[in-house]
């Protein structure tokens, strides 16, 4: 069964920095991209950022580009998005989603139960 | 970036309706459109692919038909747990891009 578990959200201030971590089972992670995905609680849902298999391809949402870094360890199956100057409008939850294969550009065939990021002071 | 545009924003039906929702594209993304479920508290779920692909384990009546920039889901028998939001994704050109979601309530 696939999984794919986030953890590290949280309170964080204003210009503040955040690693977030996914961590998946139940497929050959080094196999397939993965991205991120977020959403305001109430509110729709926006790409933030996808990753190759093998790390080297990412892209990045404008709204998050130069601030945001994605990246993944193969060897732990690990996911990572680590988030710095952190602003209000980047609170959301935010999934971890894989893709179906080793397009990056692709649809999300399975998601986390995200973990929530609030920017505030 | 390409604008998905959903109608209507709420759908309010009895069980055993025909639910169709539409998504619109502000220009063409061929047949790279999918559609997702997601219920309160949860994750987004996968439904269809490539306009009218079923996923892993989704029941029949939900299907899907357009071309272009002018998209349906259709759920041909509502069922209680069909109550959700409902999403479209094109994958045609970056950024990807989500619909604001079409809210489905059984009466």
């Known amino acids: 069964e696939v999984q794919l578990v986030e953890s590290g959200g949280g309170l964080v201030q204003p210009g503040g920095s955040l690693r977030l971590s996914c961590a998946a089972s139940?497929?050959?992670?080094?196999?397939?991209?993965v991205s991120w995905v977020r959403q305001v609680p109430g509110k729709g849902l926006q790409w933030v950022s996808s990753i190759s298999t093998s790390g080297r391809d990412t892209y990045y949402a404008d709204s998050v580009k130069g601030r945001f870094t994605i990246s993944r360890d193969n060897s732990k199956s690990t996911l990572y998005l680590q988030m710095n100057s952190l602003r209000a409008e980047d609170t959301a939850i935010y999934f971890c989603?894989?893709?179906?294969?080793?397009?990056?550009?692709?649809?999300?065939?399975?998601w986390g139960q995200g973990t929530l990021v609030t920017v505030s002071s | 970036e390409i604008v998905l545009t959903q109608s209507p924003a709420t759908l309010s039906l009895s069980s055993g309706e025909r639910a169709t929702l539409s998504c619109r594209a502000s220009q063409s993304v061929f047949n790279y459109l999918a559609w997702y479920q997601q219920k309160p508290g949860q994750a987004p779920r996968l439904l269809i692919s490539d306009v009218s692909k079923r996923a892993t384990g989704i029941p029949a009546r939900f299907g899907g038909s357009g071309s272009g920039t002018d998209f349906t889901l259709t759920i041909s028998s509502l069922e209680p747990e069909d109550s959700a939001i409902y999403y479209c994704q094109q994958r045609t050109k970056w950024p990807q891009t989500f619909g604001g979601g079409t809210k489905v309530e059984i009466k």
């Open positions: 989603a894989k893709l179906p294969g080793v397009i990056i550009l692709d649809y999300f065939d399975y």
């Open positions: 139940g497929f050959t992670f080094h196999n397939y991209a």
